[in-house]
């Protein structure tokens, strides 16, 4: 049986602001589903709070994994379960190598209770493992040794995630406007990479402004966040009428999310 990420009624504030205003949805391993919508929206935050972020308060409602409650658990203990964040804008870790980072991510996800130092994935069988995704991400040996994102280009940067994604083989992958600040190619190379890792083990959410990453991992679900809440869901077609025709419609459907749209966008300025 496939594993389940199921979100419900989930309320998110930052700094005291309400974010999230009831937000369901469903994700089973296998599945791509995209998230669409305006500034202010809430998909940024709806990352973040599934991921564990402390600075995102869930003020009510729920995240299961498999019918087990996550919502009070630690991002290092959702990972472990099959938690992965892209990152919107990767950090640099400068004197940190690619390899060491990874072995140890690796070696914390696998085994959980190991204890500093100690229960590392033994070199030899991490370096073919690593190697082998390289090369089938079509991704240069030398990357391994660099410093973790220092010096990285935009498109380097979000390569190194798709590596980690790889390496890591997690249940659900949520990517947080991975091509935001690409150029077409860059975009190309980590739309490809993912469309290599996508499939009936890994459910994926990406949120994204646009339809670039789409074009090689068509979503089965197409969501639409307005003030805090999903408003409307569909298949890929609807992804390609919001590239096309943008949000106004939506807000004239919804107008008491669109009202709440505009005061989230008015308290963060």
Avoid: W
């Amino acid at each position: 049986m496939s594993s389940l990420l199921k979100i419900t009624n989930l309320h998110v504030s930052v700094a005291d602001t309400p974010i999230l205003r009831g937000v369901n949805m469903e994700i089973r391993q296998g599945e791509v589903h995209a998230l669409m919508g305006p500034n202010g929206s809430g998909k940024s935050t709806l990352a973040y709070a599934l991921a564990g972020h402390p600075h995102y308060e869930v003020t009510d409602g729920t995240i299961e994994i498999d019918g087990k409650n996550i919502t009070d658990l630690a991002a290092d203990e959702r990972a472990r379960m099959g938690l992965f964040l892209a990152f919107q804008y990767p950090v640099v870790i400068p004197g940190v190598k690619v390899a060491d980072f990874i072995r140890h991510a690796v070696s914390n996800v696998r085994n959980p209770d190991r204890r500093e130092g100690e229960g590392l994935v033994p070199m030899r069988e991490f370096r073919k493992e690593i190697r082998s995704c390289m090369d089938e991400l079509g991704m240069d040996r030398e990357f391994a040794r660099r410093y973790l994102n220092d010096g990285f280009s935009g498109g380097e940067k979000k390569r190194m995630e798709i590596l980690q994604m790889a390496m890591l083989r997690p249940k659900f992958a949520i990517l947080d406007e991975t091509d935001s600040g690409l150029d077409s190619d860059a975009v190309r190379v980590v739309s490809e990479g993912l469309s290599r890792l996508s499939g009936p083990q890994m459910g994926v959410l990406i949120i994204t402004h646009h339809e670039r990453l789409l074009e090689f991992n068509p979503p089965q679900y197409t969501h639409v966040m307005l003030g805090g809440r999903i408003v409307e869901t569909g298949d890929a077609e609807l992804a390609h009428e919001l590239h096309a025709d943008g949000y106004a419609a939506v807000r004239e459907r919804h107008p008491e999310a669109a009202a709440d749209n505009a005061r989230t966008e008015a308290a963060a300025v």
